[in-house]
């Protein structure tokens, strides 16, 4: 149902802590996060394999997590290092545990092989906690399948509609988008050129509402479920689309966008610039108006999940325009990564 060789992330790392046990589904797989004594997240499977209670109900006892319910004890390997009741403790007594890395002040976990969970794969967020920029962001909880948040972030065409009171401008829809894909990655780039600036940037890049400029939105899909945006704008005409964004501004929305279940998605968003490092207020400022513009996005998504779900097996074909180039490829791209598991997982079958 979901891509399973992948790094997702899983959490912020202030949302996994020492001396607490965290629940948490990803790709519809219930885990429990904690921290050693060291400081080292790790991850389990949340269920014991005596009766299936949540390991998270329970408490940590050192570095090994106590059952609630017979007091089984587990370590971070998920072997079960203590049964209350007898001395011999039998091979199968014990839980998956999952790969987990800490970066970019996030918790990374590998849902699938873990012969093959190499840290280097792992997307690029350098960003999050770069000195040269500042970031800041928060997890929301998308009531809609992962897809539909991809979706809306390779077509922005939507600011003009969803967005009208910090993103949108009339000219975005009516400027070309260019689509490159390479491998399991799409780029879409689409310039509004000489065009009124938006409120946000109005507010956070100081553009006057009279003053036009040439703005660009480079949108970087990575599978299964990375979204990284470079935009910003500059006075028109100064070049800025030649590679001179001197008499601008820019910054990163990033996104990882995390599989819950079928229909519910973590999703965890920042936004970075390269402006006004030290200015606090800026930061705030930049921070509010993309949740306000993302609880707009929440509210579609939401909205087109209830849709979809009550037509169930009777929903009709969408269709699909011109504007939806990115997200077609995108598609396509995780249908093949779904394809390539499943046969690779037949094969390891037979
Ligand atoms: S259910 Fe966990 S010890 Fe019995
Ligand atoms: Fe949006």
């Known amino acids: 149902m979901f891509p399973r060789n992948f790094w997702y992330v899983a959490a912020w790392d202030w949302e996994v802590r ?22 080292t997240p790790a991850a389990l499977e949340d269920r014991c394999c005596h009766r299936h209670m949540p390991l998270s109900e329970g408490r940590l006892i050192g570095n090994s997590v106590e059952c609630p319910y017979h007091g089984l004890q587990y370590d971070a390997s998920g072997a079960c290092v203590l049964i209350p009741s007898q001395v011999n403790i039998p091979p199968q007594a014990c839980v998956r545990s999952f790969p987990v890395v800490e970066r970019n002040h996030w918790i990374w ?20 906690d770069d000195p040269n920029w500042r970031a800041k962001g928060e997890k929301l909880d998308l009531e809609g399948n ?37 491998g399991d990655r799409v780029r879409v780039t689409r310039w509004i050129m000489n065009s009124p600036p ?45 590679g001179d964004r001197s008499q601008g501004f820019s910054m990163r929305n990033l996104n990882a966008i995390t599989p819950e279940t079928e229909t519910t998605t973590h999703y965890f968003w ?23 513009a993302f609880m707009e996005d929440l509210h579609i998504i939401r909205e087109q999940q209830k849709n979809i779900s009550l037509y169930g097996s009777s929903l009709p074909p969408q269709i699909d325009f011109r504007q939806d180039a990115g997200a077609v490829q995108a598609r396509r791209i995780v249908d093949g990564i779904l394809a390539r598991e499943r046969s690779a997982g037949a094969k390891a079958a037979e």
């Not at 976990?109 to 999050?128: K, Q, R, V, Y």
Request: proline content about 6%; overall charge negative; some cysteine.
């Open 270 to 292: 920042a936004q970075a610039r390269d402006f006004a490092l030290d200015d606090p207020t800026v930061t705030e400022l930049v921070f509010r108006q993309v949740h306000t």
């Open 18 to 39: 020492r001396q607490e046990l965290m629940r948490r589904t990803i790709c519809n797989q219930p885990i429990v996060f904690w921290r050693d004594s060291e400081g």
């Open 146 to 182: 992962y897809l539909l948040l991809v979706e809306n972030l390779l077509d922005l065409t939507h600011l003009q509609f969803v967005h009208r009171t910090t993103l949108g401008t009339e000219a975005i829809s009516g400027s070309p988008i260019a689509t490159e894909h390479d």
């Open 109 to 128: 976990i590998w849902m699938g092989d873990p012969a093959l969970a190499d840290p280097n794969l792992i997307e690029d967020f350098h960003w999050m």
């Open 198 to 242: 938006p409120p946000f940037f109005q507010r956070a890049g100081g553009f006057k509402p009279d003053q036009n400029i040439d703005r660009w939105q480079i949108i970087d899909y990575s599978a299964p479920a990375f979204v990284r945006l470079d935009v910003g704008g500059a006075i028109a005409g100064t070049g800025a689309r030649d």
